[in-house]
């Protein structure tokens, strides 16, 4: 797991990256990145997960881009398909280590270096006005009731008035009153 920090002091975002770690195989790879979002049911690789593998192996470059990766993934697949299986996988590897002109097997191993599909998302950080904003026990008032003692919420028990009434008819006092409302 490997942790990096972006953006601004002010947004003082974290972003995590999470990856497999090295691959053993080509095949192992390919059945990583087609198991993205899909469960590892999935054989095939569809073109965004094809664009997602070419940037998380470090394929992109100067003289390849990723416009070469479109490219190349419509070379290699069926005219009415949306995604390539293993052999056709393969096929764009040639294609890719022909356009970046280096050997195929050196590029494999380059890819399994870098291991599977990586997850990158981003980690809020409780510090100055978030600290204060999200601990429910600072809270007062109307929202103090909406949290029970370890600050979770209460969901719609803690929206609803508890007033004892059954309905309306409970609330009000419908006896004899004046013009003004003063009772007689």
Do not use: W
């Not at 809020?124 to 103090?144: F, N, P, Q, S, V």
């Not at 008035?161 to 008819?169: C, I």
Request: aromatic letters at 4%; charged letters at 30%.
């Amino acid at each position: 797991t490997t942790t990096t920090t972006t953006g601004t002091p002010a947004a003082a975002a974290k972003k995590e990256v999470l990856s497999a770690g090295p691959a053993g195989s080509l095949s192992e790879l390919f059945q990583n990145f087609c198991s993205i979002s899909g469960g590892s049911s999935q054989k095939e690789l569809d073109g965004n997960k094809f664009a997602k593998l070419c940037k998380d192996c470090q394929l992109l470059s100067k003289t390849f881009t990723t416009i070469d990766v479109d490219i190349i993934f419509s070379k290699v697949k069926d005219k009415s398909a949306r995604k390539i299986n293993m052999a056709q996988f393969e096929k764009a590897l040639e294609l890719i280590a022909a356009k970046k002109q280096v050997a195929k097997d050196d590029m494999v191993r380059d890819m399994l270096a870098h291991g599977g599909p990586q997850v990158v998302g981003t980690a809020a950080t409780k510090t100055g006005i978030t600290e204060k904003l999200t601990d429910a026990a600072l809270y007062t008032g109307a929202h103090k009731e909406r949290f029970d003692e370890f600050g979770r919420g209460k969901g719609k028990e803690g929206r609803t008035q508890h007033t004892g009434a059954s309905d309306l008819s409970d609330l009000t006092d419908r006896s004899e009153a004046d013009v003004r409302g003063r009772k007689l």
